[in-house]
């Protein structure tokens, strides 16, 4: 058990509706990833958040959208759903600290598996 | 921009094989993190190791054991004497620390089936 919980599982849904993903973070981790996992694309990067502010961009369509709260859980909202968004998504927190910096390892959750059909 | 190749896509072996699992990364960085991930049927992603740029040692660790050579920009996995539980898929990675991000850049993983 990584100790990042992600919510839900499993999800089935339309094209063009939207989702919201949710993770928790590692209890003291202050910066949280998220990633998707598709078959041909491999684990991209999407966002990073540390303590609440975006640190950096991936490779985030702008029909996707994320936000860390002041309790540091995360949601990944994707609308618009298409086909091609179906994959597992992957959120990963990091115990950064308070000098900003990682210690190198990320722990990641189960992931959510998005279908859209 | 940072890179990791893993140009083994799929690999099969019998129990009780010793296998390798390559990895070739390009970095521009002198300071960077390597690590290699295990992502069982069950789909969670696990941590294996972390390697600084600046420890060349060899690591082992039970049946795995990594190498880590600079000057091939290479840090490759075996996995000595193979278990069925072995089978996943194995991610490479690096980190990327531009724009003061630390986030890790994958390779494309390699299948690894573990016959009885």
């Known amino acids: 058990d990584s100790g990042v919980t992600q919510t839900p599982k499993h999800l089935i849904t339309a094209t063009g509706q939207r989702v919201t993903l949710r993770c928790s973070p590692r209890?003291?981790?202050?910066?949280v990833y998220w990633y998707q996992q598709s078959l041909d694309q491999g684990l991209q990067f999407l966002i990073q958040?540390?303590?609440?502010?975006?640190?950096a961009k991936g490779n985030i369509l702008e029909r996707f959208s994320a936000q860390q709260f002041p309790d540091l859980h995360s949601e990944l909202n994707l609308s618009s759903l298409e086909l091609g968004d179906s994959a597992l998504y992957f959120c990963?927190?990091?115990?950064?600290?308070?000098?900003?910096?990682?210690?190198?390892?990320?722990?990641f959750g189960e992931g959510s598996r998005l279908t859209v059909l | 921009a940072q890179k990791v190749t893993q140009a083994q896509t799929e690999i099969s072996v019998v129990e009780k094989e010793d296998v390798t699992l390559d990895c070739v990364y390009e970095?521009?960085?002198?300071?960077?993190?390597l690590f290699w991930y295990k992502q069982p049927p069950s789909g969670e992603l696990v941590f294996l190791i972390r390697?600084?740029?600046?420890?060349?040692q060899n690591e082992i660790s039970g049946r795995y054991s990594w190498n880590f050579q600079k000057s091939t920009s290479s840090f490759n996995f075996t996995i000595t004497a193979s278990q069925v539980v072995d089978s996943a898929v194995y991610f490479c990675?690096?980190?990327?620390?531009?724009?003061?991000?630390?986030?890790?850049?994958f390779g494309k993983g390699t299948k690894l089936t573990v016959n009885p």
């Open positions: 990675a690096l980190s990327d620390v531009q724009g003061g991000s630390e986030k890790l850049v």
């Open positions: 958040y540390y303590n609440g502010e975006e640190r």
């Open positions: 970095t521009r960085d002198t300071t960077y993190y």
């Open positions: 390697r600084n740029s600046f420890d060349e």
């Open positions: 990963a927190s990091s115990g950064t600290g308070t000098s900003g910096k990682n210690t190198g390892e990320l722990f």
């Open positions: 209890s003291g981790d202050l910066s």
